[in-house]
């Protein structure tokens, strides 16, 4: 069989996956392809993927994004991290940062050196020397690549804003770079007869739109990938039970601080999103252990600010594709499948998708071997994040709800149960090579859930116990002289990136 080159892409479905498909291949692959989005205004987008995680920035570097005109015409604000309310039991609270805390020292990690100084009697907390803490509780934003001349790294970030904008900025970038645009609604999807893979999609009126390869961004409908090819659906709900939410804007907060709030409730959780314009705000639950009324007050109940809209259902079901590349057709955002935006990993998802399809893109329709790798690699990454969020679940000691009582009692994957012993024991992480969160990130999520090792590296015990508290004591003052100098993240915003309303 001949098979023809790959010299039309037809991306079906708009949003944020949408568009960032559009942009990536635009400005990567524009030259040798024709690029034509399918999109239907009629459809909503779920839209509640307002924050992200700092791998963004590879994304917006890579289509050469001014990042203060982009924060300013997305409303966006700068994120620091993850603030865990009320999660490991009730009345506590712990920043998961997008950096280290400390520095290393003498071949261990700095989390080592605390460990050995905790377990001594030491009572300051590792967030205690965490430049990210400390910014975020003085609500400050600068960039900072280093602090001083030290081997300290500055501040990592990434950014929350309004995704809907988001997509129509990436909209006017693609369109400028050639990518055609149709408005539509498909009503039939057509398929080689001998080989299956899809020719073209039909739309409500008879026109036709062909291609080469297809990119489905169509949502939790997965209209190509799963009504289409009947590519089935691996269900984690077992695992990570919430399978509902309700999301409500309400009025901006006084102070904006740079970092994401989820706050554990009775049967799942609430997320707060600072914008410039607004706030961004939604209960994550199970159907199973709460009412869809009943999650509505808890909603509107946490607010901060009062809501300026009423709240809007989804449902959803947490788990992924059995594969995520089938015939000439890739899946890319929620047809793929769904990871619930704990950790603001819905994005970092779409453009991770995008950017290994752009590696393994195939030159002619015949690519079965970069299909294959296409789907183990997306199915590891998926894997590994699904570990990271369960861990939140079930490493709790609140015992107050019948949901938080079947997190606790479930049983888990195997690679999370041997990454949580590993770390009771001497505080190590067991994190593969290409795992999206970093051990810097596992340390904290572990500690902030309760866990606390028995024992610590012995790489950390090459400093006597006075040198180990005079380390310590000089991280502390490093930080608070680095913050210090920092802007607030509002007079950050004022100077660089005002919102564009």
């Known amino acids: 069989m001949t098979h023809k080159a790959v010299q039309k892409l037809v991306i079906v479905g708009g949003g944020t996956a949408g568009w960032i498909s559009a942009a990536a291949f635009a400005r990567l692959l524009g030259k040798s392809l024709t690029i034509e989005l399918v999109e239907s205004d009629a459809i909503g987008t779920v839209g509640v993927g307002e924050a992200t995680i700092p791998q963004i920035i590879r994304l917006n570097t890579i289509l050469g994004l ?15 991290g993850i603030e865990f309310v009320d999660w490991g039991s009730k009345g506590t609270r712990y920043l998961h940062t997008f950096g280290d805390a400390g520095m290393s020292l003498a071949g261990a990690p700095f989390h080592q050196h605390w460990l050995r100084a905790a377990q001594a009697g030491h009572d300051k907390s590792l967030w205690h020397y965490s430049l990210h803490q400390l910014a975020a509780d003085h609500a400050k934003f600068g960039k900072l690549d280093r602090v001083g001349n030290t081997a300290m790294t500055g501040l990592a970030y990434a950014y929350h804003f309004d995704a809907s904008l988001y997509a129509a900025y990436l909209r006017a970038y ?55 090819l009947g590519v089935g659906y691996q269900d984690w709900s077992h695992w990570l039970p919430c399978n509902s939410a309700q999301a409500v804007p309400s009025e901006r ?49 946490g607010l901060d600010t009062p809501a300026i809209a009423d709240p ?33 990993t819905s994005i970092h998802l779409i453009q991770s998708h995008v950017s290994r399809l752009l ?62 012993a590993l770390f009771a024991s001497t505080g190590r992480v067991g994190r593969d090579a290409d795992d999206l969160f970093r051990e810097a990130s596992w340390v904290q999520v572990m500690l902030g859930q309760g866990v606390m090792p028995q024992g610590h590296d012995p790489m950390a015990t090459g400093l006597t116990g006075q040198q180990s508290e005079e380390f310590l004591t000089n991280v502390r003052k490093l930080i608070e002289r680095a913050v210090d100098g920092l802007p607030t993240h509002q007079e950050y915003l004022d100077a660089h990136c005002p919102a564009a309303i």
């Open 312 to 344: 809007r259902p989804i449902r959803f079901t947490t788990g992924r594709r059995e594969q995520f590349w089938s015939h000439n057709c890739a899946a890319i955002g929620l047809s793929s499948g769904f990871l619930e935006p704990l950790e603001s």
């Open 66 to 80: 001014d990042e203060h005109d982009f924060v300013r015409r997305t409303n966006g604000t700068f994120k620091l």
């Open 359 to 420: 590696q393994l893109f195939p030159g002619t329709g015949n690519a079965a071997a970069e299909r294959d790798e296409y789907n183990r690699r997306c199915a590891a990454e998926f894997e590994q994040i699904r570990d990271f969020l369960i861990l939140h679940y079930h490493q709790t000691a609140r015992k107050d709800s019948e949901f938080w009582r079947y997190c606790r009692n479930m049983a888990v994957p195997d690679s999370l149960t041997h990454k949580l």
């Open 174 to 228: 693609s369109e400028k770079l050639g990518v055609k645009r149709t408005e539509g609604m498909v009503s039939a999807v057509m398929r080689d007869g001998e080989s299956g893979d899809i020719t073209k999609i039909i739309l409500d009126g008879g026109r036709e739109v062909s291609g080469d390869f297809f990119i489905d961004c169509t949502g939790f409908r997965g209209l190509l990938i799963g009504q289409e």
């Open 253 to 301: 907060l006084e102070t904006l601080v740079p970092y994401t709030r989820a706050t554990a409730k009775d049967a799942g959780w609430q997320w707060r999103i600072p914008l410039q314009h607004r706030t961004g705000n939604g209960h994550v639950y199970c159907s199973d252990f709460i009412s869809d009324d009943e999650a509505a007050r808890v909603l509107l109940d």
